[in-house]
């Protein structure tokens, strides 16, 4: 299995950011990155009145800089913008057979998707239909089903509008579940920031990355994922803040970067070291390195107490805290022999690293995928928090937890509906303003769809964007399963792999993306969307649609909507179409709080901020208090480690969105022309004996009588710690078991998965 073309590597060795990255744009894009529409698009990018970008979730400031967009940003957006199109004549010359045996790359190069598709089985192709025909065939065929055996994903990026009106519709044909996106990143702090904190969401905003004096920084790719923060934190660093990072690889963003938007530091080269300390921790080590640096912050507190003095904030501590003494006990409890053995990191790195901590006033705790896609991962998270309540590090200016989120309006789609848990939602709300009876059941997670999919339970899967099959774990299996369904809808931009592993009956209807005018009756459309510091922004299209015969999303929810639900003279598809502004209304009258005059104040610069509890020290927890966590593991991998098997961490590149591949060369990292790698440590390839440029397979070492294994990577050297292995997601999702998940989000744990090489 080999899903890339193959050249030669050759290494990296300049900083994040500068000439590299306009370099690794112009690449891409050649041709196209000039034309007068995409720089247009690119000159409003992210800014008040303009276009929010489909890429991260990374805020948009008030005080915006000329080109409020980074490498990646541009490159999503020209993505968008391409002039290639997916039209019927490619998929008259294409069986759906022939189609499956492309790469991701591939598929996605064809370009927009311009007609609605239905699948004809008996051709073993796609062939268009007219929308008329496709909404009232899904209608049929909804109709048809249980509404328990149905599930309606999403990808993070729809706005809060489609997002409310999708939740809405799954609700009044009869079920919860939504499972989106987020169930794959973030859940594991949607349910573990609420557990010890009663917020589900990180209580940072923009504004306490100018004042904080140290910055501690876990399992988060900025350079890659999302590089605007690197701006912030530059400035951060020059002010003086000490940024502390634990990763196991050294990421190019956090270790030193040059501002593409500075002239002199284009023209110098001047880089800004990032990182102070950069520790490069076992995958799955958090919990135990985490633990070290609160051990060194009681020593500290110890020899302070001695002088009369204290570390410890312990107003806040004794106030808005609770279970502060059983932590302490099992800190003091724990020794550094086995806090190193479990991350991996010496006990005077993390000493040094506990020190700027003990010597910082104000916090902030920023995190990733490397805490939350772990077996326990809520124990990550809650050892994070553990660290910061200790000094008061949440709701004061300068502190905070933060985790930076995802897709580009995922955390919105939560905030208005999208959401499996009916508790999160207000239901007799919903009940009064629609005249309906909600259903109450819980809905289905993403991992829990999969389980429905695989036992034949579930027999439709509406799919608003994204890219299912090929993000979920347990690849091999998923895919036999899947086509066992009666039904697969499936709204999208561009053709992936998901569309060409179908359900007996099959749409693929193309819609409009954020960046083209949504022209509807009362004239062009503006959409909303929810950034990861929880600020509303307004986003208009204003390029001409890829084809005149793609529909807004909105209007394709609404038209499968209209054509499935029974009548119901308070829900008005045809008007809440017209003017998606009657859909914020709806949404201010669903959640009050957050949407206050949500019409008036979608441009606000830096958009509105929606508010959080545990901010203001408001703690909506079980006990009523911010809660200090005892961990059960001091291992967040979720398995025993033993001779031949390793970690696996699976990457994203600097040149992917997602399942989205823009090209084979993550830059920052040094890895050129080729994703079927496995990185590994010269040691660890030594004592395997491994040699460079060997091509080996990988599997999963996990005895549950299901054989997982990739075949066709390339041994690459790599500054990895012991014991872990690295490769590219999606190519390596074959190897997670379904069941290998955090414990309590069942977010699928793909940053230490156990896998043995096979040579
Ligand atoms: N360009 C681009 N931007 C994106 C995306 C994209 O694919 N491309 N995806 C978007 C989405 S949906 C998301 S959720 C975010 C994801 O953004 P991130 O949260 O940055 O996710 P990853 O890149 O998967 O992994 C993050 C980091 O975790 C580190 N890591 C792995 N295991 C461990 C561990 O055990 N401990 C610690 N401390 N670190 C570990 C990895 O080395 C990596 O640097 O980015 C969003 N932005
Ligand atoms: N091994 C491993 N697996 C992972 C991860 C990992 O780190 N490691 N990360 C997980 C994470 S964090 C996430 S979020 C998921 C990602 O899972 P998804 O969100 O499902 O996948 P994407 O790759 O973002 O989806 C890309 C597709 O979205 C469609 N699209 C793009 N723009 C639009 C639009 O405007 N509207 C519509 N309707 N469709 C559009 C295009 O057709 C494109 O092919 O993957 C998860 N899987
Ligand atoms: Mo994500």
């Known amino acids: 299995m080999s899903d890339t073309p193959d050249h030669d590597t050759v290494k990296y060795d300049g900083p994040a950011g500068g000439w590299g990255s306009l370099r690794g744009i112009t690449r891409i894009f050649g041709a196209e990155w000039p034309t007068p529409g995409a720089l247009e698009t690119l000159s409003r990018q992210n800014k008040p009145g303009g276009f929010m970008c489909v890429s991260c979730a990374w805020t948009k400031p008030a005080k915006y800089h000329t080109f409020e967009f980074c490498e990646n940003g541009a490159k999503a957006t020209l993505w ?121 969401v990180g209580t940072s905003v923009f504004e306490d990355f100018s004042t904080c004096d140290a910055i501690f920084f876990f399992g988060q790719n900025t350079g890659s994922n999302s590089p605007r923060f690197l701006h912030p934190l530059q400035e951060a660093v020059k002010r003086g803040c000490r940024i502390v990072t634990f990763n196991p690889v050294r990421e190019k963003g956090l270790v030193a970067m040059i501002n593409p938007q500075s002239p002199t530091e284009m ?78 990191l010496a006990r005077e790195a993390l000493q040094a690293a506990g020190q700027v901590y003990v010597e910082a006033d104000k916090v902030i705790g920023i995190y990733g995928m490397g805490l939350t896609q772990q077996v326990h991962g809520f124990e990550n998270i809650a050892m994070l928090v553990n660290l910061l309540l200790m000094k008061g590090n949440i709701g004061r200016d300068g502190t905070g937890i933060s985790p930076v989120r995802g897709h580009s309006n995922v955390q ?35 991992v829990e769809a999969c389980e429905g999919i695989l036992a034949g339970d579930v027999k439709g899967f509406v799919s608003l964007g994204g890219n299912f099959i090929r993000a979920i ?21 561009k053709l992936n792999r998901s569309h060409l592993v179908n359900g007996e009956v099959a749409y693929l209807l193309p819609c409009l993306g954020r960046s083209e005018e949504d022209m509807q009756e009362t004239g062009p459309q503006t959409v909303t969307m929810e950034d990861s510091f929880s600020c509303i922004h307004g986003s208009i299209g204003r390029r001409r649609p890829a084809s005149e015969h793609l529909l807004s999303e909105m209007a394709i929810v609404a038209g499968i909507a209209k054509a499935t639900v029974p009548q119901n003279p308070r829900v008005k598809w045809d008007e809440w179409v017209g003017d998606y502004g009657k859909v914020r209304d709806l949404i201010e009258a669903t959640y009050p709080e957050d949407f206050r005059d949500f019409n ?19 703690w909506k927890t079980e006990s009523g208090r911010a809660e200090f966590t005892v961990p059960k593991e001091l291992s967040a991998a979720g398995f025993e480690d033993k001779p031949g098997r390793f970690r696996l961490i699976t990457l994203r590149s600097n040149d992917q969105f997602n399942t989205t591949i823009y090209g084979y060369s993550d830059r920052l990292r040094g890895i050129e022309g080729t ?15 491994l040699k460079e440029g060997q ?65």
Not at 475 to 487: P, V
């Open 412 to 446: 919105g789609q939560r905030t208005v509906g999208i959401s499996e848990k009916p508790e999160l939602v207000p239901m007799d709300k919903l009940a009064r303003l629609y005249g309906f009876e909600p259903p109450m059941e819980k809905g289905v997670n993403t």
């Open 695 to 759: 091509i080996v397979g990988l599997a999963t070492d996990v005895d549950d009588g299901r054989p997982r294994g990739v075949t066709g990577l390339k041994v690459l050297p790599f500054d990895l710690p012991d014991g872990c292995v690295g490769g590219y997601y999606p190519e390596l999702n074959w190897l997670i078991p379904l069941s290998h998940h955090d414990v309590q989000s069942k977010t699928p744990a793909a940053k230490s998965v156990p896998v043995r090489i096979l040579t």
């Open 600 to 618: 008036k104040r979608m441009f606000t610069p830096g958009g509105f901020y929606r508010g959080n509890s545990a901010r203001e020290r408001i």
């Open 473 to 493: 774990p347990e690849r091999g299996a998923m895919e036999e399963a899947w086509q066992h369904m009666r039904l697969t809808v499936q709204i999208a931009t």
């Open 675 to 689: 994703r079927d790698v496995l990185l590994i440590n010269p040691q660890e390839m030594a004592r395997a004996g």
């Open 80 to 200: 968008e913008l391409t002039t290639r199109r997916c039209t019927p004549d490619f998929f008259a010359k294409h069986t759906i057979t022939e189609l499956r045996e492309w790469n991701d790359y591939d598929l996605e190069q064809q370009g927009r998707l311009t007609h609605p598709m239905r699948l004809d089985r008996a051709e073993d192709k796609y062939v268009p239909c007219s929308w008329e025909e496709a909404f009232s065939a899904i209608g049929s065929e909804l109709k048809a089903l249980d509404p328990k055996s149905v599930v309606f994903y999403a990808s993070g990026r729809a706005s809060l509008e489609t997002s409310y009106l999708y939740a809405l519709f799954a609700r009044l044909y009869g079920n919860n579940n939504l499972p989106d996106s987020s169930n794959m990143c973030h859940e594991t702090t949607s349910v573990g920031l609420k557990k010890v904190i009663g917020a589900s």
């Open 267 to 344: 023209l110098t080269g001047d880089e800004t070291p990032i990182s102070c300390q950069y520790l490069q921790v076992k995958a799955g080590g958090d919990i135990a390195a985490i633990l070290g640096l609160c051990k060194h912050v009681l020593d500290k507190e110890d020899e302070a107490k001695a002088r009369g003095d204290s570390v410890l904030d312990h107003d806040f501590i004794k106030s808005h805290t609770h279970n502060f003494d059983a932590f302490v006990a099992m800190v003091r409890a724990t020794t550094w022999d086995e806090i190193e053995a479990n991350s991996g």
